[in-house]
């Protein structure tokens, strides 16, 4: 018997050709969506059986949010993730979540029909060494990579956090002043107050700080407007 589903992908062609192959596999569409936000929204409106999700970074934070809105307004609704090669990090924090499986984005479609019925089922849809791993990481949960770069960052500002990128590329003042378009003077002054902020001694120790802590990935999160 078809199930009644949805496929939630930022990759439009992913989640249509998705879509158009599991139709054929004799299973009820309800939609092949691709919203950059309201996901959530998107499927707690049309309540399917089960929920495909896409996502392309398991492991970053509030990227399943959507699925603990989903499971909170219809709890009925089992959602399966479509991800790349996960991390014992992603398959956690998917399932703490609430989603009912992981399934590579690159698996055959005869696997992702099979996920596709265990999660209707009630049962966990992932193969058994990522779920271990997933509880394993659940039970003994180890501190997150990028949580002293989180830490650092919140001591700089916008305009210090762009020196530091700057920095950690090997600009020296001249360039970091052209390409900010302010006064050698005012770049020094900046890297100045970076390398005080990091509690380092020279521009050298603060590009091995940052990436050593993720730092520099963080930075760039920021200067792209994501949380």
Do not use: W
């Not at 009820?28 to 691709?34: N, P, S």
């Not at 650092?152 to 762009?162: D, G, S, Y």
Request: hydrophobic share 50%; with cysteine.
């Amino acid at each position: 018997m078809g199930v009644r589903l949805m496929v939630v992908d930022d990759h439009r062609l992913h989640a249509e050709a998705l879509a158009s192959a599991l139709k054929l596999r004799g299973h009820r569409v309800l939609a092949a969506a691709a919203p950059a936000a309201g996901a959530a929204e998107l499927v707690i409106s049309r309540a399917p059986e089960v929920c495909l999700l896409g996502t392309a970074a398991p492991a970053e934070p509030g990227v399943f949010d959507p699925v603990v809105k989903v499971k909170r307004e219809r709890p009925q609704v089992a959602v399966v993730v479509l991800g790349p090669v996960p991390s014992p990090r992603g398959i956690a924090a998917a399932f703490a979540a609430g989603a009912s499986g992981y399934v590579r984005h690159d698996e055959r479609i005869e696997g992702v029909e099979r996920a596709i019925m265990k999660a209707r089922a009630g049962e966990a849809a992932v193969a058994p060494l990522l779920l271990q791993g997933a509880f394993s990481e659940l039970l003994n949960p180890v501190a997150q990579p990028d949580d002293e770069a989180q830490r650092l960052l919140q001591m700089l500002t916008p305009r210090e956090v762009e020196v530091l990128v700057r920095v950690a590329e090997g600009e020296d003042t001249r360039f970091i002043a052209a390409g900010m378009g302010i006064a050698p003077s005012t770049a020094r002054t900046h890297v100045q107050r970076v390398l005080m902020k990091l509690g380092v001694g020279s521009r050298l120790e603060a590009a091995a700080l940052a990436a050593r802590t993720g730092l520099l990935d963080r930075a760039g999160a920021v200067g792209r407007g994501e949380k």
